[in-house]
Each structure stands twice: as structure tokens, then as C-alpha cells.
């Protein structure tokens, strides 16, 4: 699931999945703009089969963040 998160993530950044980490940040690091951080989330939730709500993404801020939270909702769902 983090190999193809990172994967989906690399489409939206020049930057290569293996060069990302957990710490690397959405915003600071990646460059996302917010537009392109929401469109992301829609495609995470597709690909993963998973809900966000928008209280979630208020606690995202690296990529550690996002796979805590994919793999909690998969748990969940």
C-alpha cells in the first residue's frame, strides 16, 4: 500500500517515489498546492476504497501522516 501510495503521489510531483519518506512534507518539500493535495486525497480514496472526511485532511502534513491514516480507515471500512 506505501509503494503505490508513493506511486500515485509521484504523478502530482517531479519527485521520485524512492526519494520520498515518511517525513517528507506535502507542501514544504513536494511543492503541492492545495488544489493538487485534495485531488490527490480523491484519487487515494478510489484507489483504496476508503472515506475522508475533511476533519482528515487537516492532519496531514507528511507522508508519514498519510499512510497512518489510509491504513486506520482501511481498518476501518
Known amino acids: 500500500m506505501e509503494e503505490q501510495f508513493k506511486d500515485i503521489l509521484a504523478q502530482y510531483t517531479s519527485y521520485d517515489p524512492e526519494d520520498m519518506t515518511d517525513d517528507t ?15 490527490l486525497l480523491g484519487e487515494i ?11 482528515d485532511a487537516e492532519g496531514i502534513f ?16
Do not use: H, W, Y
Open 45 to 55: 480514496e478510489d484507489t483504496f476504497d476508503i472515506e475522508f472526511v475533511e476533519s
Open 25 to 39: 512534507r506535502f507542501r514544504e518539500d513536494l511543492d503541492l498546492s492545495s488544489l493538487d493535495f485534495m485531488t
Open 62 to 77: 507528511t507522508i508519514g501522516d498519510a499512510i497512518d491514516l489510509i491504513r486506520r480507515k482501511m481498518e476501518n471500512e
